[in-house]
Nanobody, 125 residues
Framework: QVQLVESGGGLVQAGGSLRLSCAAP????????MGWFRQAPGAEREFVAA????????FYADSVRGRFTISRDNAMNTLFLQMNSLEPEDTAVYYC??????????????????WGQGTQVTVSS
């Protein structure tokens, strides 16, 4: 129903940076609470970061706080994740997600209604 498309993933050495984008062409994102999740091989999908409708508030997993920054540009219908000081443990497929109806839960995958296909981030040591 709502197509989210991630981009910006790739291979980077430890200590490097990547900037991920998530776009929803033809759909305004102002009505959606947005989040980033990631899933490593053999692991469960885990919360990374989230952002409120206007971008005034952000939320982060302890593992990425201080290194990652989530932001959004509603005029461009785009969500961003700036990742600095990357570590091998950050290697995963990263997904953007949206809540069409606010459920009051920030960090649980099942609270989100729409998902992108994911973009691979690989951090070498």
């Amino acid at each position: 129903q709502v197509q989210l498309v991630e981009s910006g993933g790739g291979l980077v050495q430890a200590g490097g940076s990547l900037r991920l984008s998530c776009a929803a062409p033809g759909r305004s994102l102002s009505n959606y609470f947005m989040g980033w999740f990631r899933q490593a091989p053999g692991a469960e999908r885990e919360f990374v970061a989230a952002i409120t409708w206007s971008g005034s508030s952000t939320f982060y997993a302890d593992s990425v706080r201080g290194r990652f920054t989530i932001s959004r540009d509603n005029a461009m219908n785009t969500l961003f994740l700036q990742m600095n000081s990357l570590e091998p443990e950050d290697t995963a497929v990263y997904y953007c997600a949206a809540q069409s109806v606010w459920r009051g839960v920030t960090h649980t995958p099942r609270s989100y209604d729409y998902w992108g296909q994911g973009t691979q981030v690989t951090v070498s040591s």
